[in-house]
């Protein structure tokens, strides 16, 4: 069949052939992924960037109009650094062709190589050796041939050649490739596309198409290669979105905070990805250009981590509401779901793209109150399927199915997903619910297995307690857990509350008294009590920004406890939300006597 001319309809339908096989090659590509980093996942980031062009464009005759639509739908959905370059690769083509309704194979020859600029310039540093280079080998066939013949049919097939070319010599060019002994993911990966849009040309059948695929099931072969450690930590990416936007101001306020920068879009809607340490503070950095979205940061340490230092055969997962340091989630490879934490049209990622002084700052000087957010099922889905990738099982433990819906999200991806993950409800959130998540991570240091690993935090739950003294109601108030009459009279009278967890995972009041220090005073009355009624495994303290605060609640615990704090650290922001600045949390997890208890005093 011979195909002439190119509208919005046959150009949709041809992208989603070249996308359904990306899908099915995901794994493979997945298998590849060395660069710029060997965290695996470059097949699943092409894979939901094509998957958002096929899925969320507006198609219609107009080819014009509908691959303006592919490229801002490809801008919305991109995902890391292949899934960007070929979204601002679509850009420019729908550059390249705005205000044409169709194209002869001329035209489209000179579009796909006028699309190269653009997502070239959307690049810090352009490597060779990866997609971009095939792309643009591929695109300069394209328009040799379109100078030959009209028929789309002979020109796409014919330009493949080339393309697989191209992706064999990337070893060549990328020493890294090379020496992993594999060809680049990303190049790999648009040349799935081209092979699938080849199939369709000869089927003409996507459904027959989509059937012949299949999935395939690969093992990641580049797990043992030893070089490509991540120069920095956080694969970071957002959406900023904004009025006369500057591409190259953005850019520039980058390029200190890392690599593998790649900014792009137009002046009104701009994709930014970057490899960095910090995401909370180049995030603070750019939020002048615009409101800042649909916020990324992957761990890639731990990805890496995961794929060649596996600890154990069982995963521990917990959400960002366990307060417990970061050295210890590192040392013992402890996975973090993140909640969300919204000022007003700005969401950002808890404890990765805000920090507690950021977040702090934020409270005092927004109009707009915080608003948080459980983790949606796809954050734990995509989780759990990582894992299980590397792991036997896993066990995932959250704040309390009474304070959040995290659990229910958690619980809800498991299932989905299927394998071996048991998701657990702790009932209480914070500075007990690190505790338990500490201990369970010695459990699966000292050998124990799922089953018993479970079996000690089942047995822990009843013991986790936490108390909480608020220097003020004022952020209660704010959020709408306590009445404005409540915050005044109370404010009026000096009256600070304690506030608790009770053994169903809601939250209680245990009183209040005048004044923040008769409260911690209460407190250690009650962890004395405690103390009296069995042994105590661990305590902790964690406070709102307000180290002098904790210092003051850790005065004399040492001495009712027997032993010092596990821990004093910051509380998780999305708890700060509530608390308020200045509020200190004791947690405690008390046992009968179990092997890890310790006598009180």
Avoid at 471 to 490: E, Q
């Amino acid at each position: 069949m011979k195909i002439r001319t190119l509208d919005g309809s046959r150009l949709h339908r041809g992208f989603s052939a070249g996308a359904l096989n990306v899908r099915a090659r995901q794994e493979v590509l997945n298998s590849m992924n060395v660069f710029p980093v060997p965290d695996g996942d470059t097949g699943t980031n092409l894979a939901a960037t094509v998957q958002s062009v096929s899925e969320e464009t507006v198609v219609s005759r107009s080819l014009s109009e509908t691959s303006a639509s592919m490229a801002d739908a490809a801008l919305m959905g991109a995902r890391g650094n292949s899934g960007l370059i070929f979204a601002q690769f679509l850009y420019g083509f729908s550059q390249e062709t705005e205000g044409r309704d169709e194209l002869d194979a001329k035209d489209f020859g000179r579009a796909v190589y006028g699309a190269i600029p653009y997502a070239r310039e959307a690049l810090s540093k352009p490597v060779e050796g990866t997609i971009l280079t095939v792309m643009e080998e591929w695109a300069s066939e394209v328009g040799s041939l379109a100078r030959q013949s009209y028929d789309f049919a002979h020109i796409l097939p014919g330009s493949l050649a080339v393309a697989r070319r191209s992706l064999k010599e990337t070893p060549f060019k990328l020493p890294v490739l090379a020496k992993a002994g594999v060809l680049d993911a990303g190049a790999q990966g648009f040349v799935d596309f081209l092979e699938g849009i080849d199939s369709f040309l000869e089927s003409g059948d996507l459904r027959m198409f989509a059937r012949q695929t299949g999935v395939p099931v690969v093992s990641h072969i580049h797990e043992d290669f030893s070089d490509g450690e991540p120069a920095f930590r956080f694969c970071t990416e957002a959406l900023v979105c904004g009025d006369g936007m500057d591409i190259k101001a953005i850019r520039k306020e980058m390029q200190p905070f890392g690599e593998s920068i790649i900014v792009g879009g137009h002046a009104g809607k701009v994709r930014v990805h970057i490899h960095t340490d910090t995401p909370d503070r180049l995030f603070f950095t750019i939020r002048k250009h615009g409101v800042i979205k649909q916020q990324k940061a992957d761990d890639m340490k731990r990805q890496v981590d995961v794929c060649r230092r596996r600890l154990n055969s069982v995963a521990l997962v917990t959400d960002s509401t366990c307060d417990i340091p970061q050295d210890f989630l590192d040392r013992h490879q402890i996975h973090v779901v993140p909640l969300r934490l919204a000022f007003g049209d700005s969401v950002y990622i808890d404890r990765v793209t805000i920090s507690s002084d950021q977040f702090y700052t934020l409270l005092e000087e927004s109009r707009e109150k915080p608003v948080s957010s459980q983790p949606a099922i796809s954050d734990f889905e995509r989780t759990y399927r990582f894992l299980l990738e590397h792991y036997d099982s896993v066990i995932a433990l959250h704040i309390s199915s009474r304070l959040s819906g995290t659990w229910n999200a958690s619980r809800a991806a498991a299932e989905k997903v299927g394998g071996r993950i048991t998701v657990l409800d702790s009932r209480t959130t914070s500075a007990p619910l690190g505790l338990m998540v500490m201990r369970a991570a010695l459990a699966l240091g000292e050998g124990k297995g799922h089953d018993e690993t479970v079996s000690t935090i089942k047995k822990s739950i009843p013991g986790a307690k936490v108390f909480v003294s608020l220097r003020t109601l004022k952020y209660m108030v704010r959020g709408g857990r306590v009445s404005p009459v409540k915050g005044m009279i109370a404010s009026m009278l000096n009256l600070k509350p304690i506030i608790s967890v009770d053994e169903h995972g809601s939250a209680i009041s245990l009183g209040q008294t005048r004044g923040w220090e008769a409260n911690i005073r209460r407190i250690h009355e009650i962890i004395s009590d405690t103390c009296s009624e069995g042994s105590v495994w661990n305590y902790c303290i964690v406070h709102a920004h307000s180290p002098e605060s904790a210092a003051i609640a850790a005065s004399g615990l040492r001495d009712i406890v027997g032993m010092d704090p596990a821990y004093i650290m910051d509380i998780s922001p999305v708890l700060g939300t509530h608390s308020g600045i200045g509020s200190v949390a004791v947690g405690i997890l008390a046992d009968q006597g179990e092997k890890y208890g310790r006598t009180c005093g």
